[in-house]
């Protein structure tokens, strides 16, 4: 891994991202970002509402967003407005966190007429996922999201399967989430 170059007064950071790969090349990323201190801001967990047909859960009825959670919903929806050639294939948004798939084709471009908050360019996931997370933090008026995020980039068929079950299930999979802070 790479180390980020930072103050002397303060430790170094490691980057997650892969060393010398381009994030504005064109395929599918699985996303996942964090809220800060893995506070549940976008919905309570008790209030999932499930189909159960014998020991099979099927699908949840909904998933009642809070004010934040319908806010970060929007943002996301309008990422393909704002980059084009860039689509947010599926999302969930999770309690603490949102995973979501990304796909890149070859011919985006940031569309300028749409936001002031990036400059025009070529599009990296970087830069998708920081203009997202400043847009909800910005509406909201408090910073909600934790530093960084985390990716995967998806390499096959079979790993595109694996990733959109996960979104297609994760709210059923709450108590299990990795992501979730036992209080």
């Not at 549940?40 to 159960?52: A, D, G, R, T």
Request: hydrophobic share 35%; with cysteine; net charge positive.
């Amino acid at each position: 891994m790479e180390t980020v170059k930072s103050n002397k007064n303060f430790p170094k950071r490691k980057s997650i991202r892969l060393k010398n790969y381009d994030y504005s090349t064109a395929g599918v990323y699985f996303i996942t970002i964090c809220t800060k201190d893995r506070k549940n801001y976008f919905w309570q967990p008790k209030e999932i509402y499930c189909k159960f047909i014998g020991n099979n859960i099927i699908r949840p009825y909904k998933i009642p967003l809070s004010k934040y959670g319908r806010i970060a919903e929007r943002k996301l929806l309008n990422i393909p407005r704002i980059y084009k050639g860039i689509s947010v294939s599926s999302f969930v948004i999770m309690p603490n966190h949102i995973h979501m798939l990304l796909t890149v084709s070859s011919n985006q471009r940031y569309n300028h007429s749409t936001t002031l908050d990036v400059t025009e360019g070529k599009a990296s996931i970087t830069r998708v996922v920081k203009q997202f997370k400043g847009a909800v933090s910005k509406e909201v008026g408090f910073s909600v999201w934790q530093r960084s995020f985390y990716d995967h980039i998806v390499r096959s068929e079979k790993d595109l399967a694996k990733m959109w079950q996960y979104i297609k299930s994760n709210p059923l999979l709450w108590e299990d989430d990795c992501f979730r802070k036992i209080r």
